[in-house]
C-alpha cells in the first residue's frame, strides 16, 4: 500500500492549493472507497447470499461516485486557480475592469458548483455507508462506519466551500440547485 504524500504534503505547503475543498473530495472519495470494500467483503459469502445482489449494485455506485470525488480532488483546485488567475487580470481600462469582473465571476461560479457536486455525491456516500453498515458484512461495520464519518466530513467541507464562495457571487440567479 502505497500513501499519496505528495497530496498530503501539497495540503500543508502553506498555499492556496490545493485547499478545503480539494481536502473535502478526497475525504469522500476514500468514504467511497470504504464502501466499496466492505460491499466487496460481504459478495460471496453464503451468509449474506440474500443481500448479494444488492453489495454488487452498491459496489458499482460507490466506485462511480469515487471516480466523481476523485476528479473533484483536482477540479477544485484548478477552480480556485482560476479565481486567483481572474483576480490578478489587468484593470487599467474600463473594458478590462469589466472582463475582469465577468472572468471573476464565471471562476467563482465553477468554484461553487465542484463543491456543491461533492456535497450532492456525499450525501449519496453516505447513504450507502449506512445501508452496508446495516446489512453488509459484520466484521466490516467500522470500515463502513469509517466511511459514514468521512463522507459527513467531507460534505461539511464542501458546503463551508459553497458558502464562502456564494458570498463573491454577485447574480445568485445564476445558481439554480
Known sequence: MEIDKKFLNDLAAGTAVPGGGSAAAYAGAMAAGLVVMVSRLTQRKKKYADVESRMVEIERESEE??????????????????????????????????????????????????PFEVAQTCVKVLELAGEVAKTGNANAVTDAGTGAALANAAFSGAVMNVQINLTSLEDKEQVKY
Open 65 to 114: 461516485y469515487r471516480a466523481i470525488l476523485t476528479r473533484s480532488v483536482q477540479a477544485d483546485s484548478e477552480a480556485f486557480t482560476a479565481v486567483m488567475a481572474a483576480f490578478q487580470m489587468p484593470r487599467e481600462s474600463e473594458a478590462q475592469v469589466k472582463a475582469c469582473s465577468q472572468a471573476i465571476q464565471a471562476a467563482t461560479l465553477q468554484a461553487i458548483k465542484v
